[in-house]
């Protein structure tokens, strides 16, 4: 976690100088929001048409349930806006990280029998592309959307269940598919 944090502060040390003349936007994905992790991102105008978008977040939480949805991820991402920074519809290339421990999930669509019955902790890494746009609500707040696919290598620990027994096996997983959702809150600071 360490690393991560030093990294997000050298990321936004080398354009502190630069936006005092540009804007800077703090936001929240409300996605995140809606499965109680805490997140924040700040976006950086670089120029006329770029931007650097670095979202953090974080989920600590153990419920009574035996459930585990505890990570924390970066997925910092350089965007192209096609019409004006912090308008319309922009293109970026985005990087991630995250560490993770989840399990002991619902038996909903799209969770696997495994995520229900099983434990995983671990870390994973990649990157990919993303399409967005945002709509301008008032004069500092905007609320933007968008999607990304890309690649995600997966190193895991697998366990029984969501507090206790033995480690499983220990894996890896090459993922091709969505890496990116967003409906974000943002207020402009000029």
Not at 40 to 59: A, C, H, M, Q
Not at 90 to 106: C, Q, R, T
């Amino acid at each position: 976690m360490k690393k991560g944090l030093i990294l997000i502060l050298f990321i936004l040390g080398l354009f502190a100088a630069e936006s005092k003349a540009q804007k800077v936007a703090v936001k929240s994905n409300l996605l995140y929001d809606a499965t109680t992790t805490m997140n924040l991102g700040v976006e950086i105008g670089l120029s006329p048409k770029w931007t650097l978008d670095i979202p953090l977040n974080y989920n600590p939480w153990k419920p009574d349930n035996g459930r585990r949805l505890c990570h924390w991820g970066i997925q910092p991402e350089a965007r192209y806006w096609f019409c004006e920074t912090f308008r319309s519809t922009f293109v970026g290339i985005h990087a991630h990280y995250a560490d993770f421990n989840v399990g002991g999930l619902p038996d909903w669509p799209l969770i696997s029998k495994s995520m229900q019955d099983n434990r995983y902790q671990g870390h994973l890494y990649g990157g990919g592309i993303s399409i967005g746009h945002s709509w301008i609500l008032k004069k500092r707040w905007s609320l933007e959307a968008s999607i990304g696919v890309g690649y995600a290598h997966i190193v895991y620990d697998k366990y029984p269940c969501a507090e206790c027994g033995s480690k499983l096996k220990s894996g890896n997983k090459n993922y091709l598919g969505p890496t990116k959702a967003s409906i974000s809150l943002i207020y402009i600071i000029k």
